[in-house]
């Protein structure tokens, strides 16, 4: 299974930002949808946003809405989610995934998902 490649990340204080970004080399994405997840220790995975190369449609969960944009270069196969206005409750591991757009709403399950990034480390403390 081919495997996303992320970037970005890191720590930032409260009311920073941060950017990661989503490789896809090789896979197709035509038909699916490119997004994150994040997931904290003892909890479950949540879907963040995801982005569709399909319609272009894009959804953020209610928790991040009005501070995470998602973007993709449909040329170079990538996408990019700017976090802004970062809160603590935003800690978490992030993982870039690829999947049909409703596998990242809603309850978790990964069996639509089809590629995944080994995930990256976002933390918000002062």
């Known amino acids: 299974q081919l495997q996303l490649v992320e970037s970005g990340g890191g720590s930032v204080q409260p009311g920073g930002s941060l950017r990661l970004s989503c490789a896809a080399p090789g896979i197709t994405l035509k038909y699916y949808a490119i997004g994150w997840f994040r997931q904290v220790p003892g909890k479950g995975r949540e879907g963040v946003s995801y982005i569709s190369y399909f319609d272009d449609s894009i959804w953020y969960a209610d928790s991040v809405k009005g501070r995470f944009t998602i973007s993709a270069d449909k040329a170079k196969n990538t996408a990019t989610l700017q976090m802004t206005s970062l809160k603590p409750e935003d800690t978490a591991v992030y993982y870039c995934?690829?999947?049909?757009?409703?596998?990242?709403?809603?309850?978790?399950?990964?069996?639509?998902?089809?590629?995944w990034g080994h995930g990256t480390q976002v933390t918000v403390s002062s």
């Open positions: 995934a690829v999947g049909p757009p409703l596998a990242f709403v809603g309850p978790y399950d990964p069996q639509g998902l089809r590629h």
